[in-house]
Nanobody, 117 residues
Framework: QVQFVESGGGLVQPGGSLRLSCLTS????????MGWYRQAPGKQRELVAD???????NYLDSVKGRFTISRDNAKNMVYLEMNSLKTDDTAVYYCTGDFLTPGEGNWGQGTQVTVSS
């Protein structure tokens, strides 16, 4: 059974930092293309960052230079380090993954990130 479990969200002031974690199970993790999506109430869901099995990364333009996606194949985990957070980063963040190529086949339950002064 595929399970993705996110953690690390919370309340942070503008300019602050958070690290999100996603623990996966039920997949051959080293062969999965992983990503982070986010969705704010009333707004369209958007892909924040993704990382291939070979650790190639892509980022949403608005987070480039501020966010870093990484993976630890030994732990079956993917991370999203978020720095210089802005109020517009407030959203529920979801861990996603699919076999070999980018996709949205599997989702976690999400973790809330709130950026507010």
């Amino acid at each position: 059974q595929v399970q993705f479990v996110e953690s690390g969200g919370g309340l942070v002031q503008p300019g602050g930092s958070l690290r999100l974690s996603c623990l996966t199970s039920g997949v051959i993790f080293e062969l999965y293309h992983m990503g982070w999506y986010r969705q704010a109430p009333g707004k369209q869901r958007e892909l924040v960052a993704d990382i291939s099995p070979g650790s190639k990364t892509n980022y949403l333009d608005s987070v480039k230079g501020r966010f870093t996606i990484s993976r630890d194949n030994a732990k079956n985990m993917v991370y999203l380090e978020m720095n210089s957070l802005k109020t517009d980063d407030t959203a529920v963040y979801y861990c996603t993954g699919d076999f070999l190529t980018p996709g949205e086949g599997n989702w976690g339950q999400g973790t809330q990130v709130t950026v507010s002064s």
